[in-house]
């Protein structure tokens, strides 16, 4: 099956700092989903984007379809952002989607 | 914003009892979903739904795992004989552009 690899595994940020989240696929994908597990468990959808740039607020997600990869820009960072970021990937035939191994962010004050 | 509702949040049950875990979606989406996330790893597929059917299922979805949409609306994952290792946090889900999830329900087996 399709692997879903994220970079980095793990992030500590200062509060109001900037970071980048990757996001690499190992096929072609239909559809691609971002998420963030709160502290709670709670998954929320932060993003579906199967292609192109989007943004909502202080995060912005850009996905390269062809060249097999998805970013997840998180600026100014608060640490209500603290949590595990999850890329998730529609692939072939499937409605399932595959989850990314996660990046895990903390950001202190 | 609606909701994807789960009950119980939290279920404690011994080793070889059975559970029902369940699901109130939104509404009239196609396509519902069960996943799994045992502790600190990632999000794993059980099933997935499709007009009260299983249109698909993991390795994972062993016969001891059954799924049914007994009133039209409920949806529910039933875990005939726990195990220890089938201790996780369970996720329902609904796809309408993008996935919706519910807010899980933690079973720890003992």
Redesign the interface.
């Known amino acids: 099956g399709i692997q879903v690899e994220q970079s980095p595994p793990d992030l500590i940020l200062q509060e109001g700092a900037n970071s980048t989240l990757r996001c690499n696929f190992s096929d072609s994908v239909n559809?691609l989903?971002w998420?963030h597990q709160n502290p709670w468990?709670?998954?929320?959808?932060l993003f579906?984007i199967p292609s192109g740039t989007k943004q909502n607020g202080r995060l912005s997600a850009t996905t390269v379809a062809t060249e097999r990869y998805s970013l997840l820009y998180i600026s100014s960072s608060q640490t209500t952002d603290s949590g595990v970021y999850?890329c998730?990937v529609h692939s072939g035939g499937?409605?399932?989607?595959?989850?990314?191994?996660?990046t895990k962010l903390q950001v202190i004050p | 914003e609606p909701e994807v509702t789960q009950t119980p949040s939290h279920q404690v049950t011994q080793m070889g009892q059975e559970v029902i875990l369940r699901c109130v979606p939104i509404s009239n989406h196609l396509?519902f979903?069960w996943y799994r996330?045992i502790l600190g790893q990632?999000?794993?597929?059980l099933v997935?739904f499709?007009n009260n059917e299983i249109?698909?299922k993991?390795e994972i979805f062993d016969d001891q795992f059954s799924v049914e949409r007994p009133d039209g609306s409920n949806f529910t994952l039933k875990i005939r004989s726990t195990k220890l290792e089938d201790s996780a946090?369970y996720?329902c889900a609904e796809?309408d552009?993008?996935?919706?999830?519910g807010?899980?329900t933690?079973l720890t087996v003992v």
């Open positions: 559809n989903q998420f468990g709670q998954l929320i959808n579906y999850f998730a499937y409605q399932k989607v595959t989850f990314g191994t996660g | 396509y979903y996330q990632k999000v794993e597929f997935s499709y249109s698909e993991s946090m996720f796809e552009y993008g996935y919706t999830f807010s899980g933690r």
